[in-house]
């Protein structure tokens, strides 16, 4: 079977959580390795920490730039306590979802970049890598990388849609890259070139379910779409992004020489 990872699902949205078992179940007999569940709200916290529990489901802490109200000091340190609890290291293994969106206009863009900033911060602090939503936003994301004198960063562009002028920049920073529903449409030539242009291994998977597939079982399309992009059998290419995940997100448990260069 064909190992699958998805770098980005909502399984604690209250939309699915009551599903979970269900969930998990299907995407087990779907060859699924791994499964980062990202939070949006801190009420998703507990939810996302319950699944992390379960075999191959590692989890994101984090508050989306839709709530920005909801990062305040409160969020803050139980954040902190979440993260220093020795019970829970090597589950959380990501700051997410965080970042900026402007679409809806920028009324609140100072409250979004305040937590976007801090929780920036308590991820480099923690040495934890971070999942970001930008959109409409990236001049304003590059300016607060700079702002901390930054030339690093660990972490990955969900859903990343951009052309290469932007994957240039993130992949400089030391991003990762995660492709997404947008890939499959064959006259996205902007985010296909990026697809094609990133270095193999900075290259991620993922669905956003329930949002913008159904399950996380859609992730398979997603990796042949970009197997198909970048020239090379699925199954070697899914193990380099097996391979991608562990590296980002837990200590490699395949060795390199078993996947693709
Ligand atoms: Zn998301």
New binding site residues.
């Given amino acids: 079977m064909i190992p699958l990872c998805d770098a ?1 699902a ?1 399984l604690a949205d209250a939309r699915v959580f009551p599903q979970h078992q269900a969930l998990l179940e299907e995407c087990r007999r779907h060859g699924m390795e791994r499964v980062l569940v ?1 939070a ?1 709200q801190v009420s998703e916290w507990g939810n996302v920490m319950a699944l992390m529990q379960r075999e191959g489901v590692l989890g994101a802490l984090g508050v ?1 730039p839709f709530w920005p109200e909801q990062w305040d000091d409160t969020a803050e340190r139980e954040l902190l306590a979440h993260l220093q609890d020795p019970a829970l290291r090597g589950r959380i293994v990501a700051i997410g ?1 965080i970042g900026l969106d402007f679409w809806n206009g920028r009324d609140n863009a100072r409250r979004q970049i305040e937590a976007l900033a801090r929780q920036l911060q308590i991820a480099r602090e923690f040495h934890l890598p971070v999942c970001l ?1 930008n959109r409409k936003s990236w001049e304003d994301f590059f300016g607060i990388v700079r702002d901390f004198g930054w030339n690093e960063l660990r972490g990955y562009c ?2 990343f849609i951009a052309g290469t002028d932007i994957a240039r920049r993130a992949l400089d920073l030391g991003l990762h890259l995660s492709f997404n529903k947008p890939l499959l449409n064959p006259d996205a030539r902007k985010v296909r070139a990026s697809a094609a242009y990133a270095p193999l291994d900075r290259l991620l998977t993922e669905t ?1 379910s329930p ?1 913008i597939l159904p399950s996380p079982i859609h992730v398979s399309d997603i990796l042949a779409a970009l197997a198909q992009i970048r020239n090379l059998p699925v199954d070697a290419f899914a193990s380099q992004i097996v391979l991608n995940f562990q590296s980002l997100f837990e200590a490699p448990l395949i060795s390199r020489e078993e996947v693709l260069h």
């Fill in positions: 980005h909502h990202n949006a989306h979802e939503h969900h859903n956003d949002d």
